[in-house]
């Protein structure tokens, strides 16, 4: 009787392996790009929006740790959703230097922020948001306002491991 559940129970396994989708670990490199959109609303005045493309790279380290340009945090993911807390205070500094690019002093708070997004069974590709409010005041015109964002993206994987912190320019929107 042993003899026959044996070769059943290794041929249902193998079966199993060959058959079942295997999920990939978002963990590694990506390029990614897609559709950024920014409003801003002064109180007094009325909102202002661009949108354009951006590029970026994320990488998802073993552990946790995760990385884009300028902006770092934790990822965590179940099955092929993952989800990444990015640390305000960079997504505030960047902000921030957006406006002093403009000529504007401001201090920005995230109010909301939340980047999610789903890998595909094989492993190559992800697709997901990113979308965002902060709040501001602009100093020297003692005024309040709220900066509403969002990013949808694409992204090819470049490693299937961590890569190191590369080197690359932002495609910074224009307020």
């Keep these: 009787m042993k003899r026959s559940i044996i070769p059943w129970f290794v041929l249902l396994v193998a079966l199993l392996s060959i058959s079942a989708p295997a999920l ?8 990614v790009g897609g559709r950024a959109g920014v409003t801003v609303k002064v109180q007094g005045s009325r909102a202002q929006s661009s949108h ?17 340009v300028d902006v770092s945090g934790t990822w ?10 990015l640390n305000a205070a960079d997504i505030e500094a960047l902000y ?4 002093a690019d403009q000529g504007y002093t401001v201090d920005v708070t995230v109010t909301s922020l939340v980047l999610k ?3 595909t069974p094989s492993g190559e590709r992800l697709r997901g948001k990113m979308p965002m409010r902060l709040g501001l005041y602009i100093y020297y015109a003692g005024l309040p306002g709220k900066v509403k964002a969002s990013y949808t993206f694409t992204g090819s994987r470049l490693s299937p491991g961590p890569a190191p912190l590369a080197e690359s320019t932002p495609s910074a929107l224009t307020l």
């Design 24 to 31: 990939a670990a978002v963990e590694g490199s990506w390029s």
């Design 117 to 119: 997004g789903r890998e």
């Design 96 to 99: 921030e230097q957006m406006f």
């Design 52 to 68: 354009q493309y951006a590029s970026d790279l994320f990488t998802f380290y073993p552990g946790g740790a995760f990385t884009m």
């Design 76 to 85: 965590t993911q179940t099955r092929s959703q993952f989800t990444v807390t």
